[in-house]
Every structure is written in C-alpha cells, then in structure tokens.
C-alpha cells in the first residue's frame, strides 16, 4: 500500500488552463503539506494543514488554492496556469511533525 | 526567514572514497534536523536529529548535529555508485505546526 499517493504523476497543460493535483495519505497522520520543486531541485513549502486546518501559506499565487476534504486528503487546484508554474509538486504528511512522508510528485508542465 | 544552507552544491567522487555533505542552518523555534536522500522520485528520510552531539548511524551513512554551531555533517564511506543522488538537509521548526525548510542540496556522483 502506498503511503501517500499522488495523481497524477505527469501533467502537460497549456497556460491558462486550470488544472488539479490529488493527495491521499493512508498513515493516519494529522498533517499534509505541498511543497514545490524548481528545476534546480530546491524544494519549497508552499501549503501546510492540521486536520483540515490551513496552518501554513507560504507566500503562493492565490491561483494556487488547497482543499482538504478530511485530513487524509489534499489537493491542489491551480487556476489560470502559468509557464512558471512548471515544476515538480511533492504531497507529504506527517504526525505532529514526526515520520515525514513524501509522495512520489507530480511533475507540472506548462506549454 | 528561517535559511538552511548546504555545501557544497555538487560534488564528483571516485567509488570507495569517503564524503563528508555540510548543512548549516538558521531557524526560529528549531525542532529537527532530517537528512534525505533524492534519486529520481521523492525525497526518502535517512536521519532526523535533535539532540547535539549524538551521531546517528546507518550502514555506511552517519550524521551528527552541533546544536550551538548550528549545523550537522552526513558521512558517506566507501561510497558505491547507488550512492549518487542529491541529498537534502532539512529544518523543521514551529512546534506543533512542522514545516521543514530545505537547503539546496548537494549533488553527489560518484563515479564507478
């Protein structure tokens, strides 16, 4: 079983199309996060929530909106998509900040 | 803002050798240091570190944190070409509300 899953995994759009990204962590943790990946690797929290509780936004485009229906789920609806929003985007969760787990990406590109 | 700084950013090595990854960091409300190792997916955890001075130690990997110096160091010895990776320091702060702030990285390829 995985741990945390994200779909999809691949996700090639064209600018100006909104589009959504999915996270489902079967851990029983309280927290899930998203995190941004440049093209130099440099990996940058963007959304954190505690049981379906915005705890954390980092300064993000209000393009980019979460939504966590149940603290086993988050997802990330991105409105109006950019060239800059070419990234890989990295779903993680932890419990009260212990046994971080990522999941596996999603790699955005934008045409 | 909360910085962690990694060095150095790449690094090219010969199979066998030995390779010390620095992290220094600045963090309000410091909670924990993780080590992770990046291939070609996710980040997978390698080491978390709280206390100062206490080595952790994983096959041929260990890590340690200076709590006063405000940095860790991750050993690789006798590296083998599955070694190759970007390894990533992270900083977790704000007690109850994690967030881990990351360093760049440091690219390690070794060489067979």
């Known amino acids: 079983d995985t741990a945390v899953s994200q779909t999809p995994k691949y996700l090639v759009t064209q600018m100006g199309n909104d589009k959504s990204i999915k996270c489902e962590q079967n851990l029983g943790h309280d927290t899930m996060y998203w995190y941004k990946q440049d093209s130099k690797k440099f990996l940058k929290i963007m959304f954190s929530y505690n049981n379906k509780e915005l705890i954390i936004n980092e300064t993000v485009p209000n393009r980019f909106s979460p939504k966590s229906p149940d603290k086993a789920h988050l997802n990330l609806h991105i409105n109006s998509l950019e060239l800059g929003d070419s990234a890989v985007y990295f779903c993680a969760s932890s419990l009260l900040g212990l046994g971080y787990t990522f999941g596996s990406g999603t790699r955005l590109t934008v045409v | 803002e909360d910085k962690v700084v990694q060095s150095p950013l790449s690094l090219v090595v010969h199979e066998g050798d030995t390779v010390t990854l620095n992290c220094s960091y600045e963090?309000?409300?410091?909670?924990?240091l993780l080590w992770y190792k990046q291939e070609k997916k996710a980040p997978t955890f390698l080491f978390m570190l709280t206390s100062s001075g206490i080595e952790k130690k994983s096959g041929r990997l260990s890590s340690i944190l200076d709590k006063k110096e405000l940095f860790s160091i991750l050993n690789i010895t006798a590296t083998q070409t599955g070694d190759s990776a970007v390894y990533l320091c992270?900083?977790?702060?704000?007690?109850?509300?994690?967030?881990?702030?990351f360093g760049t990285g440091t690219r390690l390829t070794i060489i067979p």
């Open positions: 963090v309000t409300n410091f909670r924990s």
């Open positions: 992270a900083v977790g702060s704000n007690f109850g509300n994690e967030k881990l702030t």
